[in-house]
């Protein structure tokens, strides 16, 4: 398959700790709580629960206290600011609480804890508690943009907002998957100008609470959206038995604006002959035959590679190809070169996006800068060429981050 070349067309990376608008109702464990400059101090409660970061002008500490026991944690190490210190935050994401300062303009994590095996965050009822102390409780934005793909109709055509596409993308937090959930975007393809328009979480069948799960694609059907995604947001590799699945939430809310919490059920994702241990990254196309589901099927952490389903509905799908000769290959996407459907990947290890017939046989490849991590390559067709959208892995946020703070969103065009 004979396809243009692209070239760079420019990058974005929004980082913004707090969402504009007060929240008035929790609903999720992605908040955010700011004071300007220091020293300075600012907190979470709920009932008798407290989580507090303090910046005493020399370093910063996180204060828990859960059912009447307190813990205080500091970081020897990258607990003290290097320069001036704008504002201090507190943020919680899904169950890490940090501390952070801005200096020189730039947020820097100075201290976490993981709340995982003190308290469930993910509870409703003890959301609704949540009050902030010393600033104003905010939904927590993001420190990059990663999984981009387009919000489209059920044929697999782009959903427009005038002149503007839409995006589905995962919000980045401080740390690894846990922290981070899905937003939805705006993009004017002419300028590449984004916008952030609105986040939604998860809950799912059989487990209580509300979740960050993300690696999503969002459809209009009719006069419903259905939104896939992937159930990374409480994975932990090392726990035994982890697991990452599929979900599909359907609802008539408008997911454009605002925070959303919806009920999802599990979108059986075959792996019929496969060792798999998780599937992630839905991508779906209704055709005139019946429903295609793109996804990535994992023999073990982290080796994946992908796969294609078929069937007349989304809970009745067969396993049509796998492409298992790839070893870290994920953000499948199915796009319709000339009238045929083709599945668009990402080939972390050869650093290419390969393009698949539907056996999942490869027959082209795109010619584009492959950025570092493993961009999804998203393809929109604007004026007489295509606009590449994928990202990197460019962290921010200091070393104590480590892995999950990625990335710039990256375009490039066809000439």
């Not at 952070?100 to 509870?123: I, N, P, S, Y």
Request: proline share 5%; aromatic share 8%; with cysteine.
């Amino acid at each position: 398959m004979q396809l243009p070349p692209f070239v760079a067309a420019g990058s974005v990376r929004p980082v913004d700790l707090a969402r504009p608008v007060p929240l008035v109702e929790p609903l999720a464990p992605y908040l955010c709580v700011e004071a300007v400059g220091g020293p300075a101090s600012v907190a979470l409660t709920s009932g008798g629960d407290r989580l507090a970061v303090t910046y005493d002008g020399v370093g910063c500490s996180l204060t828990v206290t859960v059912r009447g026991s307190t813990s205080e944690h500091r970081s020897r190490r990258h607990g003290k600011p290097e320069g001036l210190v704008e504002r201090v935050a507190l943020t919680l994401t899904g169950t890490r609480a940090a501390a952070l300062t801005r200096e020189a303009g730039a947020w820097v994590v100075r201290g976490f804890v993981d709340l995982r095996d003190r308290l469930d965050t993910h509870d409703e009822s003890w959301l609704a508690g949540v009050r902030a102390e010393g600033g104003e409780l905010r939904g927590f934005g993001q420190l990059g943009l990663r999984d981009l793909r387009l919000v489209t109709h059920a044929d697999g055509s782009p959903y427009r907002d005038g002149s503007e596409v839409l995006l589905t993308a995962t919000s980045a937090g401080p740390g690894f998957f846990d922290t981070a959930h899905t937003s939805i975007w705006s993009l004017d393809p002419a300028t590449t100008a984004m916008r952030h328009r609105s986040d939604v979480f998860f809950r799912r069948t059989g487990q209580p609470g509300v979740y960050g799960d993300h690696a999503s694609h969002l459809l209009r059907d009719g006069d419903r959206w259905l939104l896939a995604t992937s159930t990374w947001g409480d994975f932990d590799h090392r726990r035994k038995g982890a697991h990452v699945g599929a979900t599909l939430a359907e609802t008539t809310e408008d997911l454009l604006t605002g925070r959303h919490a919806l009920d999802t059920r599990p979108l059986p994702l075959p792996t019929t002959g496969l060792t798999s241990v998780g599937v992630w990254d839905p991508h779906l196309v209704r055709t005139d035959d019946g429903w295609l589901a793109a996804y990535v099927s994992a023999t073990k952490f982290f080796r994946f590679h992908p796969v294609l389903a078929s069937g007349a509905t989304l809970d009745d799908l067969w396993l049509r190809a796998a492409a298992s000769g790839h070893r870290e290959t994920e953000g499948v996407t199915l796009h319709r070169f000339d009238g045929t459907w083709h599945v668009l990947a990402s080939d972390g290890v050869r650093r290419r996006y390969p393009v698949l017939d539907l056996d999942l046989t490869e027959v082209g490849v795109l010619d584009a800068a492959h950025e570092s991590n493993i961009p999804w390559p998203t393809l929109l067709e604007h004026g007489t060429g295509m606009l590449l959208i994928g990202f990197d892995g460019e962290p921010v946020g200091g070393r104590l981050v480590g892995y999950g703070s990625h990335g710039a969103v990256r375009f490039a065009r066809s000439v």
